[in-house]
């Protein structure tokens, strides 16, 4: 996630430069307080200077843990077809509130959220179709799709339900 490289010979920003170039690394996308918290570390910053630089963040709205979970669950959704598992999962890692994970995992309509894994589960059993064993084929999806965070008895009923 972090590249520990891409920092080794940055050169130390004072206060005043960490400030301004953390709020452009806000402004560009929703960011947890890990992330930024991490950034400012990278600048050099002492531990007070990275605590009062997150709260001005918080206090001016560049930063809200609520808002990036929600645009991060919404996000993964869409884009990659993550499932609630592993959205959850990067939340944690983020160390994202409960209550602000719940507040992402709304984004996510059930409706869409069943489509979704009825289409990846009709995807890779095209994929798959070389395999002729069809258990072997039915766990091939079954990981795949569990690899992708769905929930297991999701999984296993659209497989039964495509077989029929």
Same mark, same amino acid.
């Given at each position: 996630?972090?590249?520990?490289? &891409?920092?080794?010979?940055?050169?130390?920003?004072?206060? &005043? !430069?960490? *400030?301004?170039?953390? !709020? /452009?690394?806000?402004? %560009? !996308?929703?960011?947890?307080? $890990?992330?930024?918290?991490?950034?400012? %570390? +990278?600048?050099?910053?002492?531990?007070?200077?990275?605590?009062?630089?997150?709260?001005?963040?918080? +206090?001016?709205? %560049?930063?809200?843990?609520?808002?990036?979970?929600?645009?991060?669950?919404?996000?993964?959704?869409?884009?990659? /077809? *993550?499932?609630?598992? /592993?959205?959850?999962?990067?939340l944690k890692f983020r160390q994202i509130s409960p209550f602000?994970i719940k507040k992402g995992l709304k984004e996510i309509d059930? /409706?869409?959220?069943?489509?979704?894994?009825?289409?990846?589960?009709? $995807?890779?059993?095209?994929?798959?179709?070389s395999t002729t064993n069809r258990f072997a084929r039915n $766990?091939?999806?079954? &990981? %795949?799709?569990? &690899?992708?965070?769905?929930?297991?008895?999701?999984? *296993?009923?659209?497989?039964?339900?495509?077989? !029929?």
């Amino acid at each position: 996630m972090f590249d520990s490289d &891409n920092h080794i010979n940055r050169p130390k920003k004072d206060y &005043n !430069q960490a *400030w301004l170039a953390i !709020q /452009k690394f806000c402004a %560009y !996308q929703e960011r947890c307080h $890990k992330e930024v918290r991490s950034r400012l %570390y +990278e600048y050099g910053l002492g531990t007070e200077d990275v605590e009062e630089l997150i709260f001005k963040l918080i +206090e001016d709205n %560049y930063i809200n843990e609520e808002r990036f979970a929600v645009a991060y669950a919404r996000g993964k959704f869409r884009v990659k /077809k *993550w499932g609630r598992l /592993k959205i959850v999962s990067e939340l944690k890692f983020r160390q994202i509130s409960p209550f602000c994970i719940k507040k992402g995992l709304k984004e996510i309509d059930d /409706k869409l959220y069943a489509e979704t894994l009825r289409d990846l589960v009709a $995807k890779k059993d095209h994929d798959y179709r070389s395999t002729t064993n069809r258990f072997a084929r039915n $766990k091939k999806i079954a &990981n %795949y799709c569990f &690899n992708k965070g769905y929930e297991s008895e999701l999984i *296993w009923q659209e497989i039964q339900d495509l077989e !029929q």
